[in-house]
Each structure stands twice: as C-alpha cells, then as structure tokens.
C-alpha cells in the first residue's frame, strides 16, 4: 500500500513539473512573440532610441530566444522570479504579497460558497421532487449565470451607498473582515451554486444504498441518517471541487479583485499586461500553474484517504 | 508626451452602466458636510486619495508615468519650477539666474539653508550629481535626451551603459562654482532650458542617498527616495496599496504645506474612485492625478447628482487628439487625401460622443495655453451643424479626392486605435464619416506598446491611426519638433515626415534666444503642417475632477495645473 503510494505520488510530481514546464515555456514563447519592445513599454513614448538600445541590452532582450529562456529558466529553478520590468523590483517582492490577499480572499470565498450551497444543497435534497427544491435549483442556475462582476457592482452600490456599513473597495488588513464581506460574498454566491447541486446529486446518489437502508432499518430517524451517514458521505466529492477552486482562485480572481481594488494577484495580472511586465506575468502564470497542479495532487490524495474504494493503481 | 486618447480603463467602459447606478441619480451617500466657505487656510488633516495604478518609480530620474510624476512633485524640488497657478517659471532651489548672451552657459544662485528631509543639506553638488545621474545610461532615465543639451552628455551616457561614474565625476559642462552657484553650459542655446530643469526627471537628489540607487535598483530592491519637498513619503513595499506622505516639518517654504498627511490608496478604478468619493471615503476624486477624465456615462451620472456636480471642475488641458497617416505611403503620401479627412471628420459629434462636448474642438495643433496658439487658424472650415454646412463639406473631400485621382473613393487600409474606452466609437465614427466620403478604412483596436512597436517598424505599419500629444513643458518645441521634424521619425513623429523647410525651421526656432522670433517661425512650421495635413487634429484636452465640499483651495489650476501635477502643499481642509 505505502509502495503504491509512493509510486504514486512520484508519477503526479512528474507529471506535476512537466506541466509546470510546459505552461512556462509556452508563456514565455508568448511573451517573446508580442508585437511589442518591453524596453520601449518601460521607458515610455518618450524616450530616445538610444536609451532603449541600452535598457534592450540590459535586460538581454537583444539575445535569442533560446538564450533568453534559459537565463530565466537557470532563476526560476533555484526560485529566484527575477525584476520586475515595470517596477524595478525583485519579483518575489511583488508576488508574495499580492499572493497572500488572494489566498485570503480564496480562503473567504470558499467558505462563502460552502456556507450557502452546503444547506441550499441540503434542503434541496431533503424536499427532494416538490416544490421547494426546484424553486432552490432554478435559484442556483441564477446564482451560477449571474456575472460576477455585475453582482459585484450592486453589492458596492447596496451596501456601499444605500446602506452604507461595508468598506468601499480595497484591503483593510489580513484581519479587516469587514473588507472581505463583499467580494467574498460576489464569488461565495456564484459559486454557491455549483456545491448546492453537487451536494444533492450526491445525496441522491446515496439515498437508495443499502448502508443508508440498513440505517433506516436499525430505526434510525431521518434526520439522523441524513446527517450522519448520507451527509458525510455525500461531501467526498466535495473535495474535488473545493480543490479545484482554490486553485483556480489562487492563480488570481481577476474581475472580482479589479472591481473591489483588491490588491491580489488578479490585480497584478492585469496590472501587468497592460504594462507587458513580462517578468511578472511569468511569475504569476508559473505561481498559479504551480498552485492548481499541487492542489489537485493534494485533493487526489485526500481523496483516496476519504474514500477506501480509491486504489493508487 | 504621446498616449492614447484620455486613457480611461477597459473596465472603466464595461462599468458605464455601473457608473450610472452607483452614481444613484440623485441618490448620493451619506453626504459630506457642506462647509461655509474657507478662505483662510487651516492647519492639519489628512488628504485621502486613490489610484488605479501604482506609481511605477520612486526614482525621479527614472519618472514617466503621471502617478510617479505627482508623488516625485510631493517629495522632491527642482531649481525651478512653475507659479501656483501658470505656467510662468519662478524660482524654487535656484533662488536666481542667467546667462551669456548665447544663451549657452547659466548660473544659478542656489538657496541656502535648505535640508533634505533626511538632515543633509542641500548644495550644488546634489545639482551636479542630479543632472548627471540622469545622462547616466544605467539610470535609464526616459527623459536622458531632454538633458543632452548640457555639455558632455553623450560622452557620459556612452561611458555609463553598463556602471555609473563615482559620484563626484560629473558631466564636462556641469561646474560647481561654490557650495551655493553652479554652472551649467549646453551645447546649444535653448530657450526653454528651465522647463527642462523644471521636469520631474530633474527634481534634485540627495547625492549620498542617490549614489546607491544603482546598486539597489540592481538588486531588485526598492529605494527611498529623499528630497526637500512638502512630504516624506513614509517607507514602503512595491507591494504596498497605500502611500503615506507625512507633512515635511523642515519644508524651506514656511507655512507649507497645511496638510499633516496625504494618503494615497492603490487599486480603485475611477468607477469605485466615484462611489468612495460620494461616500467621502476619499476627498478627491483625482482624475487629475492619472490625467484621465470621467468618463462620459460617469460624467453624466454626475450632472443628476446635486452634490458631485457641487463638487465638479473642468478646465483646459495642455493636449491634442488627432489623427495621423504615414505619409509615404499610398493613399495617404497624397496630401489631398488627407485635406479629404479633414473635411469629411465630423468633429463636433465625435466631441459629443466621446467627451460630452466638454473638449474644445481642435483645428490647429498647438492647443489654448501654450505659447503659439493660433485661434483663429483654421485651414478646413466645414460646418456639420446643419445638413447644408455637412453636405457642402463632404462635397469638398469628394472633390479633392477626385482630385488626388479617386474618383470612386479609396481604401485606406487599418485605421489603428488604442485600446481603452472611447475606442470602438470613436472607431465607429470615424470609419463612417470616412465611408460618406468614399475613404474605406478597417478599424483595429491595439494596446499601447504595440502601437508604439507598429510606429518603430520600418517601414511603419501605422498607415493612419489616432493617437494623443500632452505638453511636457509649455514650449511650442514640444509639441511641433517632437511630431513633426525628421530626426524624430519613429520616435514620436509616427508620421514619417521628413520636409527640409520644416526641419530647418525647427532647428532654427529650437536654438533661438529671441521668443517672439521664435514664436513666428514656430507659427510657420504650424501653418505649413496644417496646410500639408500631416494630422487632423480633432479635439483638445481637458481636465476635470470632483473635489470635497471641505476640501480647499477651489481653484482648478491647484488640481489641474496647466504643467505641473496637482499642488498638495497649498491644500487645506476645513474643520
């Protein structure tokens, strides 16, 4: 069992650091490819040729591609993100930060969107076929189809103007929870959705197994065998999802992060195109292809803990 | 400086409807207290501000967006800089000057009893390693070109690509005379030499500070910048999302600045910027501080709103919007084809359309405010107020199309625009004021980098476009030298064009000591560009702005000034 593990995880991590590679040499083919001089885009309009000449030089632009990637890649694989092209400064400096109020506001949505789908998903289940329930799974349709953009916009015109008792915008500190309110709410509400419906599918599922009949059988109340023996069981494949969006988050929640001015990884990303801070946008695109591929290492291995019919082979 | 027309951002535009609910059409926050009026200027305080965009250099050699240029304003001082409210030069470190009669060596009287917020006084030979520093090649400074007038500048800046010289090595044509009189002598006489001083790239350093900016910028790390100016900015990450300036309590100008404190929060687009400007989360909305405007469905949205537009200011701007052509290239090297555009353009509509009518519609290039302005110069009258005026103006650009041997039209190829809002109307617009007209253009919106890498190409694939020119200084030279003579071809004159008389009237007018020649012979270079319609100009800039009920002083020129960022160290807010 321990071997099959091993080898198991051995074979993800493989596959893990050639994704990885495979999403940094594609992105910086791209970068290399643009129709555009970062020397140029950092010195601005105004510059001479002359001063671009030499900031080309500098920053080795001038050489081949080849030459080019295998500088960064030499950096990258001891760490070292390299200089920002716009602001000059060391990469690590700038992605860290930026990535811990994302995986702040990750973390805040993810419970956001557990806190209301897991009881939506759950009446839903309960009042299964009435009335009820489809009037709760057209709601989450809504919920998913709703732009999150748009929802974030009124969430500021509500609870910013009219009934103004949340922040407007930005970040008020790791422990400023008034500030997480909203954009935690704008993803926790689209997202919600998909974990309601996927909580009573799998209720669904497991309603009719013969564990949950033997539990009936034993004169268990409904209650007791919805929340201890059904509900347990249901939120396995849970972990898929909740895995999947942490990684999705963390790679950066671009819209939501642009409308509240949430100084995440989302904001450098556009931040960063604009200025074509090439630099950064590698950084980013390896940190969030580094994040989604370790997560869904982690969830498949929770997984198969959570679940003893899972084998590693 | 070249830019895209008044760059508001994408989601700015995607947010338009958003604007018009969150401006509540007459439904406002909690409004501020609306304070009697304030005359007298009050102590203390703190100014909140926000920004999209974080300054992108601390470095004041190294400043080119407008963000960093009005933090470098808030921390530094120049020899000299501009009057409260003109752009007349008055004198600020350098407390006097002159100069030979060929105008090529100055001697500036410097001001003693100066500090740097750090305790180091201020001398000549921060003026020296200042000045310097920016024709250094490692600095990268945007403006080193500005600066190659003085003596000894490409020799430095050939010497210095790869390490700067020890600090106290300065450029042949910089002489520290004593700790208080410096010496400064240019290869050629140039009359706007002190608008160049008053650049945000020569705001003056603390020499045993700025001496290890090359070392740390090397290294990746940020630097803090020291300088004389009204605030000191308290240490912070690039990362950071707030800026925090401290009142500067040895500021050589007694009685400046009344504000204790001026936050800058990072990150607001100006849809939020709106909404916490209502809400008196900050005190200003700074469209001024990232020179962009409301955009037009905000602007509206304010008009509805008692209290914003209590609050609004819009005043002149030193731009010009136009279009361009690459003039050697077919159909546009015809210069009856492009006196067709200039007809066949409503500008009127694309003015309403895209700025609500509140930009000046342009004919001629230099803009209202700066030296040479031509009012009454205008070259292609053409009335679309009325169906006749329209028609007898299309009629026009038919007729000299046919002329110019396009009797059944022309296609024009890409009409290149920049991304940003404004974009797809303007395309919109144009594509069919040219269309009535016989002249087919393919609109393509692109970013701004790759327009600029489209306009070095050679040859250019810019065939006609649209693009925007913003004074660095108010000196006709430059606007007219940087768009028009052939040595910047490619540079900022994506045109191409490359006429002798025009060149030998730029350069004579460049290094002239006698304004008003100077003024005439810019006049002809302008006439001439106009009558060759280089570019169509279409619309001037303006600047506008929200500013608190408490927040004085009210004057425009304080927010928008007409050269300078805006000026926080006159600013005060009632209690």
Redesign the interface.
């Known amino acids: 069992m321990r071997d099959r593990l091993t080898a198991y995880v051995v074979r993800r991590l493989a596959l893990a650091v050639l994704t990885v590679f495979g999403v940094v040499v594609v992105t910086f083919v791209i970068g290399y490819l643009l129709p555009a001089n970062p020397a140029r885009a950092i010195l601005g309009a105004h510059a001479s040729a002359q001063s671009v000449a030499i900031l080309d030089k500098q920053l080795g632009l001038n050489l081949p591609l080849w030459d080019q990637f295998w500088i960064y890649f030499k950096k990258i694989a001891v760490g070292n993100f390299g200089v920002s092209y716009y602001y000059g400064v060391s990469e690590n400096a700038l992605l860290w930060p930026h990535a811990a109020k994302t995986a702040a506001l990750a973390v805040a949505s993810l419970i956001a969107e557990l806190v209301i789908g897991i009881p939506l998903g759950i009446v839903s289940a309960m009042k299964r076929g009435s009335v009820f329930d489809r009037l709760l799974m057209v709601l989450s349709l809504i919920m998913f189809s709703v732009p999150v953009f748009w929802l974030g916009v009124l969430f500021l015109y509500e609870f910013g103007q009219i009934h103004p008792i949340l922040p407007l915008g930005t970040f008020g500190g790791f422990l400023a929870l008034p500030y997480y309110v909203m954009p935690a709410l704008t993803i926790g509400i689209t997202g919600a959705a998909v974990y309601a419906r996927l909580l009573r599918t799998s209720v669904l599922e497991l309603v009719n197994q013969d564990f949950v009949r033997t539990a009936r059988a034993k004169g268990l109340s409904e209650g007791v065998v919805l929340f201890r023996h059904i509900i347990p069981n249901a939120l396995i494949p849970f972990v898929t999802q909740m895995g999947l969006d942490l990684g999705t988050f963390l790679g950066g929640l671009i819209i939501v992060e642009q409308v509240f001015a949430w100084p995440g990884l989302g904001y450098l990303t556009v931040q960063s195109i604009a200025n074509l801070d090439i630099p950064t946008i590698l950084a980013i695109t390896t940190f969030a292809a580094i994040a989604i591929v370790v997560l869904n290492i982690v969830v498949d291995l929770v997984y198969a803990l959570l679940d003893p019919r899972i084998s590693y082979s | 400086?070249?830019?895209p027309m008044r760059p508001w951002t994408a989601?700015a535009s995607?947010?338009a409807a958003?604007s018009v609910?969150?401006a509540?059409v007459g439904?406002?926050?909690?409004a501020a207290t609306v304070h009697k009026q304030s005359s007298t200027p009050v102590y203390g305080g703190t100014l909140n501000l926000?920004t999209?965009?974080?300054p992108?250099?601390l470095?004041p050699a190294?400043v080119?967006?407008v963000v960093s240029g009005q933090f470098n304003y808030l921390i530094f001082n120049n020899l000299v800089t501009y009057a409260k409210t003109t752009a007349q030069i008055v004198p600020s470190l350098a407390t006097s000057w002159s100069h030979n009669a060929a105008g090529t060596v100055w001697t500036f009287n410097l001001r003693k009893g100066v500090t740097f917020s750090n305790g180091d006084p201020f001398t000549a030979t921060d003026v020296a390693f200042t000045l310097t520093r920016i024709n250094e090649?490692?600095t990268?400074?945007?403006?080193?070109?500005s600066y190659?007038v003085i003596a000894g500048s490409q020799q430095c800046?050939a010497q210095t690509?790869?390490k700067p010289w020890p600090a106290t090595e300065y450029l042949s044509g910089i002489k520290i005379l004593n700790p208080y009189k410096i010496q400064i002598t240019t290869t050629t006489p140039e009359q706007f030499f002190l608008n160049v001083l008053a650049l945000p790239s020569a705001s003056i350093e603390d020499a045993s500070v700025a001496q290890n900016y090359f070392a740390q910028?090397k290294?990746?790390?940020?630097i803090d910048p020291v300088g004389t100016g009204p605030f000191i900015l308290q240490p912070a990450?690039?990362?950071t999302?707030l800026y925090v300036f401290k009142k500067n309590p040895t500021y050589w100008q007694k009685g400046l600045p009344y504000l204790n404190q001026v936050d800058v929060?990072?990150?607001?687009?100006p849809?939020?910027q709106y909404?916490?400007f209502?809400?008196g989360?900050i005190d200003a909305m700074p469209t001024f501080l990232e020179n962009f405007d409301l955009a037009p469905a905000q602007y509206l949205a304010m008009l509805k709103n008692p209290k914003a537009k209590a609050d609004y200011f819009d005043v002149p701007d030193i731009g010009v919007n136009y279009l361009g052509f690459d003039v050697n290239t077919a159909p546009w090297n015809n210069v009856k084809v492009r006196q067709a555009v200039e007809y066949a353009l409503n500008k009127k509509l694309l003015d309403e359309v895209l700025f609500n009518g509140r930009a000046p519609v342009a004919n001629s290039i230099l803009p209202p405010g700066m030296p040479g302005y031509q009012p009454n110069l205008n070259l292609y009258p053409a009335n679309y107020a009325t169906a006749a005026g329209q028609a007898a103006a299309q009629a026009k650009a038919k007729a000299l199309l046919k002329a110019a041997g396009y009797p059944n039209g022309v296609n024009g190829g890409t009409f290149f625009i920049i991304s940003g809002p404004g974009d797809t109307q303007q395309a919109s617009l144009v594509k069919t004021d040219l269309a009535a007209v016989g002249i087919q253009v393919q609109p393509r919106i692109i970013?701004?980098?790759?327009f600029?890498?489209?306009g070095?190409a050679k040859p250019s694939k810019l065939g006609f476009y649209s693009l925007g020119w913003t004074q660095?200084y108010p000196d006709p030279q430059d606007f007219l030298f940087?768009l028009f003579d052939g040595l910047e071809a490619?540079?900022?004159n994506f045109d191409y064009s490359n006429n002798p008389q025009v060149n030998a009237l730029l350069a004579k007018a460049d290094s002239g000591t006698n304004q008003a020649l100077r003024l005439q012979e810019y006049d002809q270079v302008q006439k001439m560009v106009m009558q060759m319609a280089w570019v169509v100009p279409f619309a001037f800039d303006f600047q506008d702005g929200l500013v608190g009920a408490n927040v004085y002083p009210k004057t425009p020129a304080i927010w928008a000034h007409p050269v300078e960022p805006a000026e926080l160290q006159y600013v005060w807010i009632a209690k």
């Open positions: 400086m070249a830019r989601l995607a947010a958003a609910l969150l509540g439904v406002g926050a909690a926000d999209q965009t974080p992108q250099k470095d190294q080119s967006d090649g490692v990268n400074s945007p403006y080193e070109f190659a800046l690509k790869t910028e290294a990746g790390k940020q990450a690039a990362s999302t929060h990072i990150g607001a687009d849809t939020l909404a916490q209502l809400k989360q970013g701004f980098n790759t600029l890498n489209y070095e660095d940087n490619g540079q900022n």
